[in-house]
């Protein structure tokens, strides 16, 4: 009799089911908004675009970059979130829990506040460099007076992201011009996004997302614990820093393109984990579909719940993520990364 899981045999075809409504959501972002675009006009603007149509014009310079941004944004937070839950064995391990949102988000006020920079290709560093700060931060302080253990990196994770917070909302409240230009973006928002924010993230982005990818399998062995995965033959510093330089790409792409957008991070990984077991060279490919589809999915929902205004996508998934964060931490045993 076959000893095979039952998950594992259907995991591809569960894979290509979650790719195909993706596919939906993503047709369902190019249609709907204050101005109904039926299907017809929105497959059309991507295959034979008439710039005369309107429905089609609203297509591909409204609703086409915001779809693509959130396809990019939703991947990267899912894949960010559980490289961190496995690197740092926490099961609340994300991004914007771990301080390395708010590490970007402070840098970026910082820079157009200092250096008033207007543009989003101008401060697309100072998103890496204020993530990879904060991440090395959380860590420092978390490893100080003995080993970093998950509820230190998360207190670590509180106690930087409350500090950078209070100096961000300082800033913000010294100069009203950067509060004016930063203030929707700091909110976390696909809306007026232009493609052009992507070429230079694109390489970035590309590189966090393959070199997760690539590292599932030691994601595996470091999930099993400190002793267990020195026991196997892995430098467990060296995995842990080259898992912090692949969250800093994540999380720094995405902050730069749409603003800190939480709890996708934290929610995708334990949903697919839930469905497909603990297996890390499946639930990152399952993150990079799930994570832009749950996005999406968020930001087309702040579109019709306050017709005609719009909710900022931060705002939905802030909404929809405390209650489960709340439920992850009622529940007598969270599972284990």
Same mark, same amino acid.
């Given at each position: 009799?076959?000893?095979?899981? !039952? ?45 005369? @149509? ?11 970059? /915001? ?33 390395? @949102? ?34 090395? =931060? ?28 209070? %100096?961000?909302?300082?800033? =913000?409240?010294? @100069? ?5 230009? +930063? ?12 493609? @052009?924010?992507? !070429? ?29 995965? /020195? ?15 692949? +969250? ?33 060279? %499946?639930?990152? !490919? ?47 045993? +969270?599972?284990?990364?």
């Amino acid at each position: 009799m076959s000893s095979r899981n !039952p998950a594992k045999v259907h995991r591809p075809a569960a894979l290509l089911l979650l790719a195909g409504v993706l596919v939906l959501v993503a047709l369902l972002s190019l249609r709907v908004g204050s101005i109904p675009v039926s299907t017809a006009d929105a497959v059309a603007a991507l295959t034979r675009y008439d710039p005369d @149509n309107y429905s089609q014009l609203v297509v591909r310079t409204m609703r086409l970059p /915001r779809t693509v941004i959130g396809l990019g944004v939703g991947a990267a937070l899912a894949a960010a979130g559980a490289a961190m839950q496995a690197a740092t064995r926490n099961p609340l391990a994300e991004p914007s829990l771990l301080g390395v @949102n708010a590490g970007a988000s402070f840098a970026i006020v910082a820079a157009v506040y200092f250096g008033h920079m207007t543009h989003p290709l101008q401060y697309l560093w100072f998103a890496f460099a204020g993530a990879l700060g904060a991440a090395v =931060l959380v860590y420092a302080i978390a490893s100080a007076g003995g080993g970093a253990s998950p509820v230190k990196l998360a207190l670590a994770g509180v106690i930087v992201s409350a500090l950078l917070g209070s %100096w961000t909302t300082a800033l =913000l409240i010294l @100069n009203k011009e950067t509060l004016e230009m +930063v203030r929707f973006w700091l909110a976390g928002s696909l809306a007026g996004r232009s493609l @052009n924010l992507l !070429p230079p993230v694109a390489p970035f982005l590309a590189a966090g997302l393959l070199g997760v990818l690539l590292v599932g399998r030691q994601l595996n062995t470091l999930s099993l614990g400190e002793e267990t995965a /020195r026991s196997l033959g892995m430098h467990t510093g060296r995995m842990r820093a080259l898992v912090a330089v692949l +969250v800093m790409l994540l999380a720094g792409s995405a902050v730069a393109l749409a603003g800190p957008v939480g709890f996708v991070g934290l929610a995708v990984p334990h949903i697919v984990r839930a469905w497909i077991g603990a297996d890390y060279r %499946w639930i990152l !490919p399952f993150c990079l579909v799930l994570g832009p589809a749950l996005l999406l999915g968020a930001d087309i929902l702040g579109r019709v719940m306050m017709r005609p205004a719009e909710v900022q996508v931060g705002v939905v998934t802030a909404l929809v993520g405390a209650p489960f964060l709340i439920y992850l931490a009622r529940r007598r045993q +969270v599972a284990e990364p």
